[in-house]
């Protein structure tokens, strides 16, 4: 961790957490630290929330201090949707949820924004 920047103390405090067997306040902790903010802003609950937020905070939105919400707990009838062979969702849903478009993203990937 401290080839990514993050101090000491920061690190002992990550690494408490890790040997109690508390992953995901390990892993908000990483995340704060790394996004440079105070501790607690954030409580990650999944991969995929890490790295909806970690968008935000790059792109100026303010991260959330939530539950994180799959994209698939968001269907109201997911058995119906598979009945009938239809796509669950747009095919977008990161967009749906952060406002930025999957072009975007790429462009940001790729250094271009």
Same mark, same amino acid.
């Given at each position: 961790m401290s080839?990514?920047?993050v101090s000491q103390t920061s690190i002992d405090s990550?690494? !408490?957490?890790m040997n109690g067997g508390h992953c995901q306040? #390990?892993?908000?902790?990483y995340f704060d630290v790394t996004?440079?903010?105070?501790?607690?802003t954030t409580s990650i609950?999944?991969?995929?929330?890490?790295? %909806? %937020?970690?968008?935000k905070v790059l792109t100026g939105v303010?991260? !959330?201090?939530? #539950?994180y919400r799959s994209p698939s707990s968001q269907i109201s009838n997911p058995?119906? #949707?598979?009945?009938?062979n239809q796509p669950i969702g747009d095919g977008d849903d990161f967009?749906? %949820?952060?406002?930025?478009?999957?072009?975007?993203?790429?462009?940001?990937e790729a250094g271009a924004v």
């Open positions: 080839s990514y920047g990550i690494m !408490t957490y306040l #390990a892993c908000s902790r996004h440079q903010l105070p501790e607690g609950q999944h991969p995929n929330h890490y790295f %909806e %937020e970690s968008r303010k991260p !959330t201090n939530g #539950a058995v119906q #949707a598979s009945k009938d967009n749906d %949820e952060t406002g930025i478009s999957m072009d975007d993203l790429d462009k940001m």
